[in-house]
T-cell receptor
Framework: SAVISQKPSRDICQRGTSLTIQCQVDSQVTMMFWYRQQPGQSLTLIATANQGSEATYESGFVIDKFPISRPNLTFSTLTVSNMSPEDSSIYLC????????????FGSGTRLTVV | GQQVMQIPQYQHVQEGEDFTTYCNSSTTLSNIQWYKQRPGGHPVFLIQLVKSGEVKKQKRLTFQFGEAKKNSSLHITATQTTDVGTYFCAGRGGSYIPTFGRGTSLIVHP
């Protein structure tokens, strides 16, 4: 299965600022997924990032707030813009397995606290 | 849209007791996946079930997919402290991308 390097692992940010999270995959993948996980909650899909096209956002998430870049098949970034305390959460990137049994591999996560 | 309900939200057990978590989907699923997330960690893929009525085992873990492909369960026999974590199901229905359940947090008391 793929190995994902995600950074930063955690950050404490001031409200109104932006944070960019990076994910590097050790193999080429068509789609990368960005999730948010609030404390004690499930994983909520933010968007799907394809190389060479604009990301597809889920209901409740907009590009101005969560701009995504996907410059190549092994790398993606998610920016959390104009942060507020409500953005405090864990952000995870993910890719689907390239072979059976096709489970998703997750990055180690970015624990964001906005103060 | 598709919803995946998972119960219970929390489960406390004594070490050696069994544990079961259940997932129910509002729609028929093409497959269901299970993940484990250790405290402070990220979700790790455990298994995928595809066939109606399928049962798979991984050591002390038994996974089942319902006949109607709308429900699934994970059963752990004789829990150990290493089983601590949150177990998520993720069902794939009409959408290519799976929908995650809320998760069941397993707390094992030694």
């Amino acid at each position: 299965s793929a190995v994902i390097s995600q950074k930063p692992s955690r950050d404490i940010c001031q409200r109104g600022t932006s944070l960019t999270i990076q994910c590097q995959v050790d193999s080429q993948v068509t789609m990368m997924f960005w999730y948010r996980q609030q404390p004690g909650q499930s994983l909520t899909l933010i968007a799907t990032a394809n190389q060479g096209s604009e990301a597809t956002y889920e209901s409740g998430f907009v590009i101005d707030k969560f701009p995504i870049s996907r410059p190549n098949l092994t790398f993606s970034t998610l920016t959390v813009s104009n942060m507020s305390p409500e953005d405090s959460s864990i952000y995870l990137c993910s890719v689907e397995g390239q072979g059976a049994p096709y489970g998703y591999t997750f990055g180690s996560g970015t624990r964001l606290t906005v103060v | 849209g598709q919803q995946v309900m998972q119960i219970p939200q929390y489960q406390h057990v004594q070490e050696g007791e069994d544990f079961t978590t259940y997932c129910n989907s509002s729609t028929t699923l093409s497959n269901i996946q299970w993940y484990k997330q250790r405290p402070g960690g990220h979700p790790v893929f455990l298994i995928q079930l595809v066939k109606s009525g399928e049962v798979k085992k991984q050591k002390r873990l038994t996974f089942q997919f319902g006949e109607a492909k709308k429900n699934s369960s994970l059963h752990i026999t004789a829990t150990q402290t290493t089983d601590v974590g949150t177990y998520f199901c993720a069902g794939r229905g009409g959408s290519y991308i799976p929908t995650f359940g809320r998760g069941t947090s397993l707390i094992v008391h030694p």
